[in-house]
């Protein structure tokens, strides 16, 4: 308990910033979780209403598509880390900006292919710093009832 009390300290010492692209449900569950963590969260998504979801005291930016992303990371440039919660199709444009710019990145998974991709392209920056983790452990369980 004491190491993770550390790494938070350290992680609210340094200011470390994420982007969590898409705020619908699992989007606002990981803004939550990150600035828990005491991230500096900014959130992005198509749909105005969605900063509402927001934590209070982040920032919260419309964007029209997943081009209007792209563009938007590179005026943005200041993330410590980028977390997609976006569709599988959006998603694979976004993590390879991330590779290209040695951003770390993670995505909630959803298609085999789009993932194959994505891991292809991070293998180029296998001993390089950043970490590259589609279809991580932030994906929330499947239950059927």
């Known amino acids: ?13 340094f200011n470390m910033r994420a982007l969590v692209l898409g705020v619908g449900r ?13 991230f500096d969260v900014t959130g992005m998504d198509v749909h105005p209403n969605a900063g509402e979801n927001m934590p209070a005291n982040n920032t919260f930016l419309t964007v029209k598509d997943a081009d209007d992303i792209v563009t938007g990371l590179n005026v943005l440039n200041k993330f410590d ?17 991330c590779i290209d710019n040695a951003v770390r990145y993670c995505d909630l998974g959803g298609r085999v292919d789009v993932s194959q991709n ?28």
Not at 1 to 13: A, C, N, Q, T
């Open 81 to 97: 880390i980028v977390i997609s919660s976006l569709p599988y199709h959006q998603t694979e444009k976004v993590a390879l900006w």
């Open 26 to 38: 699992m989007g606002t569950a990981i803004a939550y979780a990150m600035d828990k963590l005491g």
């Open 118 to 145: 994505i891991n292809k392209a991070a293998k180029k920056l296998l001993n390089s710093s950043p970490s590259i983790a589609p279809t991580c452990i932030l994906r929330a369980p499947i239950a059927n009832t």
């Open 1 to 13: 308990m004491d190491k993770l009390r550390i790494i938070l300290k350290k992680r609210i010492l």
